[in-house]
């Protein structure tokens, strides 16, 4: 699959997730295979860049693989402006978020609100496209809600305003992320568009991707939830789809060296405080499915400096063993 002049070197992706695939995340998942690994969401609104968060997410260059930043908002000439900064701070692609389906998001008419209404989305499509050289991308979900399915018509939209390609999320906006996605929406969508089109929505086996993509046409699938403390999802995917054989699952060891690392890129990102505080979560993931993965996850979130975590790592994974 292109997007624009860039090759993806796999048909897996990650997904936006805010205050989860950020850089570390997105570093790692492109090691294990992911073809796109899709920033964090930044806001389009200016005056929230001085944030530290926002700081975080405007600096691209240093990402590893093809760079790829969400924008998200609501005026065209916002996310217009928007889409110029994280260009110039290194962006190679610009996404389009409108498939949030977050409250705080939503009220502020984002995200899959602006599904709501087909002439402004393509006021934002028309006035993003035309503010950048660099492939502009969109996230939408299959409508805002079971009455209103549109997505059909906003991939119509989205296509002849320049957009290069296009994901859609299985569900509605009201669905949140509730039940199950359904594919039906998503296989409309590739047939009614010649531009690549990405399935999304509860894929969390290689099993599963390849069914995706079989049954919507899709010319790729984005992981999201599915990738959380399993990164190494991609290479199952990938291996699947090659080879049509099950990847052997990681070794406890590799396991072990995958998590350390991750933790320890944390603590370098976000430094000390903060580090600390995402590795918990990271963590809580990767030992869901280990053995006394609950009781280690109550010491470890009790830890309070960088050396405590790697070092209850360390002494756990030695137990497994």
Not at 214 to 242: K, S
Not at 295 to 316: C, G, H, M, V, W
Request: net charge neutral.
């Amino acid at each position: 699959m292109k997007i624009g002049s860039y090759q993806l070197n796999s048909q897996t992706m990650l997904a936006p997730m805010a205050g989860i695939t950020d850089q570390p995340m997105r570093q790692l998942c492109c090691r294990m295979g992911a073809g796109l690994a899709v920033s964090e969401m930044v806001l389009a609104n200016p005056k929230v860049w001085n944030t530290e968060k926002s700081k975080r997410r405007l600096v691209h260059n240093a990402d590893a693989g093809i760079r790829s930043v969400q924008i998200a908002g609501c005026e065209p000439q916002e996310l217009a402006f928007a889409a110029k900064v994280n260009v110039d701070n290194g962006a190679q692609i610009i996404d389009i978020n409108m498939g949030c389906p977050a409250k705080k998001v939503n009220k502020k008419l984002a995200g899959s609100a602006l599904l709501k209404d087909p002439r402004l989305v393509e006021q934002i499509v028309n006035a993003v496209v035309e503010a950048v050289a660099v492939p502009v991308t969109l996230k939408i979900r299959t409508g805002w809600c079971e009455d209103t399915k549109n997505a059909v018509d906003i991939a119509q939209i989205a296509e002849q305003a320049g957009i290069q390609s296009l994901v859609v999320h299985g569900r509605t906006r009201n669905d949140f992320y509730k039940g199950d996605a359904e594919y039906d929406t998503i296989k409309s969508v590739k047939e009614s568009v010649s531009i690549p089109v990405v399935a999304n929505g509860d894929i969390t086996s290689a099993q599963k991707a390849k069914y995706v993509l079989d049954y919507t046409g899709a010319d790729a699938i984005m992981v999201g939830r599915g990738a959380q403390g399993r990164p190494w999802i991609f290479r199952e995917i990938n291996h699947f789809l090659e080879t049509g054989q099950l990847l052997e699952a990681p070794s406890l060891e590799e396991v072990r060296s995958i998590v350390v690392e991750h933790v320890k890129e944390l603590h370098k990102f976000y430094g000390e405080f903060m580090g600390v505080r995402f590795a918990r979560k990271h963590t809580s993931w990767y030992t869901q499915t280990l053995n006394q993965g609950k009781e280690f996850r109550s010491i470890f979130n009790a830890l309070e400096t960088p050396n405590e975590q790697i070092d209850a790592l360390n002494k756990y994974f030695d137990h497994l063993n």
